[in-house]
């Protein structure tokens, strides 16, 4: 049973950081692909970063990029989403998504639509202020 729990969310002031993880279990860890989402009050639920667990290639959505980092520590099958210069904007309920599987174009990379997710977290609240 695939089990995916987020922690880390909270309330910062425009500007500030949070770092959200998502520990994962029941799945084999050494090649997943592994999101991060988020989905605002009545907007859709977005892709935000991707990270391929086989080689640690990272996927950036526009909006957050040079902002957002995704990253993982492999022995605990974590992955962290820190999340810096944090706006309003960023507001929304972060999910931790995984799927088994891997895209391939002359690299490995993990799409970023949340159709291609079949496993998911509870969530976590980010509210930023302004």
């Known amino acids: 049973q695939v089990q995916l729990v987020e922690s880390g969310g909270g309330s910062v002031q425009a500007g500030g950081s949070l770092r959200l993880s998502c520990a994962a279990s029941g799945l084999t860890y050494s090649s997943v692909c592994m999101g991060w989402f988020r989905q605002a009050p009545g907007k859709e639920r977005e892709g935000v970063a991707t990270?391929?667990?086989?080689?640690?290639?990272?996927y950036y959505a526009d909006s957050v990029k040079g902002r957002f980092t995704i990253s993982q520590e492999y022995a605990k099958n974590t992955v962290y989403l820190q999340m810096n210069s944090l706006k309003p904007e960023d507001t929304a309920m972060y999910y931790c998504?995984?799927?088994?599987?891997?895209?391939?174009?002359?690299?490995?990379?993990?799409?970023?639509?949340?159709?291609?997710?079949?496993?998911w977290g509870q969530g976590t609240q980010v509210t930023v202020s302004s």
């Open positions: 990270l391929y667990t086989g080689r640690g290639s990272t």
């Open positions: 998504a995984a799927v088994r599987r891997v895209w391939y174009d002359g690299s490995y990379y993990c799409e970023s639509g949340v159709s291609e997710y079949n496993y």
